[in-house]
């Protein structure tokens, strides 16, 4: 596939004026437009090439190394699923340097990892949140002072189902909603009878605009929009190297047998769990089985939808008899599954409930209800055969030859969500859902869909369908603004307001 012709001007220029630093292969056999990635850092470790059949001629080289991509260059879907794969190469990038890429049993942090959680950049009462590279805040940690070693503010990966704190007793309510975007029970359960842990991570750039901009206090943001400005996170720019806004949503799965050889296939990390049912933190050892990258960049300011998986999770709905990639099956599948009576806790008497074998079938309760149980998924929408799967295979093959060891080989593109044509941001306050060309948003695959997140939406929308909704944090002194578009982020809807309430002493949860 040809550059389009719908190339912005502006990208236009700056592939004519920048100067790759090393060119690893010549123009005329990558083509004009591949051209433009040739841009090799001086500290460059191993490279390799990423193509597809589909499109011999483009090909974009890749460096293993920290360094995010900017911006995605070629309006094609093979270079979109390359560019992902370098976007997952850089973001897992240890953090360690005496570490390899992807070793077994490292349980050091990667990059992406040492992001700010959404939990800490919106604090509960508008308050400007604290310094980047804080994982926990000092507000949370005070909520469980008899536990509070276990919470280290720099290192502590937190996760947790909570949805708010109820200050009247106390107690943690838990509205588990990750894996299916509805108010009901969407929790998704292992087959080590464990409950996934989810986390949303944001990037220095999405940091340091929401920080300029005051936007951590939802005041502000309706401030802004009621001055018919509109809220335009930061685009990653090519021509300088800025990344722009980066949003990520992982989906870890809870160890019970760390020495097991079975997690020499997953990126493994320490993490303090908030648990359902006792309501107390523990620590645990997690195992990252999705991945989503939202990238927003000047070519796409309808933003990169990417999204990965470990390979292992679950089989396609249209081959549920085939071998699983390895001896240990998958992890959220399993072809002897029977119904499962459970017993849980309600307001009115103990109850009980069927988990279905019918895979794909959202659970029937929450999880401070009952402990978790295995429950069963399948992928419905096949992984694109034309060029995410081969490029997969590349890239695993690459993987394999540079780091032998390395866990990341056993990690697959699901697909690329990306713009064929120019959508630029708007230039006023818009309210949502935010109109944009349908048709102009394409992937691999007619419905993109990842096992850990959209597990029990699988066969309806896709990422941008849904965060074409995404609005600025509600605020009672405004509610006609309300519904004002956010930029395809849900994360910045989670600002707080200053209140009485919020100055009021908090009371501690009682361990």
């Known amino acids: 596939m040809n550059l389009k012709t719908t190339l912005s001007k502006k990208m236009f220029w700056i592939g004519l004026v920048i100067i790759p630093l090393a060119v690893i292969a010549s123009k005329s056999a990558l083509g004009n437009a591949e051209s433009n990635y040739l841009l090799i850092p001086s500290s460059q470790t191993n490279t390799c090439n990423c193509y597809s059949s589909s499109l011999p001629s483009s ?49 050091t942090f990667v990059q992406w990892e040492t992001y700010m959680p959404r939990e800490v950049l919106f604090p509960d009462d508008g308050s400007k949140p604290p310094a980047w590279g804080t994982l926990v805040s000092d507000e949370y940690s005070s909520l469980f002072k008899s536990q509070k070693l276990l919470l280290k503010k720099t290192q502590t990966k937190l996760l947790t189902f909570v949805s708010k704190i109820e200050e009247n007793d106390a107690e943690v309510n838990f509205s588990p909603n990750q894996a299916e975007p509805f108010n009901k029970p969407s929790w998704l359960g292992a087959q080590n009878s464990t409950n996934l842990w989810y986390e949303i991570m944001l990037n220095k750039d999405y940091y340091d605009f929401i920080v300029k ?50 997690w020499q296939r997953y990126k493994l990390s320490n993490a303090t769990v908030l648990d359902p049912i006792t309501k107390k933190l523990r620590n645990t050892v997690v195992a990252l089985v999705g991945l989503h990258i939202l990238h927003k960049t000047q070519n796409q300011p309808t933003w990169v939808w990417a999204t990965f998986e470990q390979i292992d999770n679950t089989p396609d709905q249209s081959n549920l008899n085939g071998a699983p990639p390895s001896q240990y099956g998958y992890n959220f599948y399993n072809p002897n599954c029977k119904n499962q009576n459970v017993t849980i806790k309600t307001p009115t008497g103990d109850s009980t409930k069927v988990v279905t074998c019918k895979p794909n ?145 908090k009371k501690s949860i009682k361990k």
């Open 59 to 107: 090909i974009l080289p890749i460096t293993f190394n920290n360094i995010v991509p900017a911006d995605l260059l070629s309006f094609n879907q093979p270079l979109a699923n390359c560019f992902a794969w370098k976007e997952f190469i850089a973001l897992n990038w240890p953090t360690n340097p005496n570490a390899s890429f992807g070793a077994p049993n490292d349980f």
């Open 213 to 262: 901009k005051g936007f951590y206090n939802a005041i502000v943001q309706h401030d802004t929009v009621k001055l018919n400005q509109p809220i335009n996170f930061p685009q990653g720019d090519y021509s300088t190297g800025f990344v722009g806004a980066i949003e990520l949503k992982a989906a870890w799965m809870e160890v019970t047998d760390v020495k097991s050889p079975k």
């Open 361 to 505: 079938t959202p659970p029937p309760y929450y999880l401070n209800q009952a402990g978790p149980v295995p429950t069963q998924s399948t992928r419905i929408n096949k992984i694109d055969p034309i060029d995410a799967a081969p490029i997969n295979a590349l890239m695993q093959q690459n993987i394999r030859k540079f780091y032998p060891n390395s866990v990341w080989q056993y990690y697959q593109l699901v697909d690329v969500i990306w713009s064929q044509s120019f959508q630029q941001d708007p230039t006023t306050a818009i309210p949502a859902p935010r109109k944009i060309n349908n048709s102009s948003m394409t992937s691999g695959a007619s419905i993109v869909a990842n096992s850990t997140m959209e597990t029990y939406v699988q066969s309806t929308k896709t990422c941008f369908n849904c965060h074409v909704h995404s609005t600025i944090a509600p605020y009672p002194g405004d509610s006609v603004n309300n519904n004002k578009f956010a930029d395809f982020s849900f994360a910045i809807s989670f600002a707080k307001y200053p209140s009485s309430k919020e100055n009021q002493k």
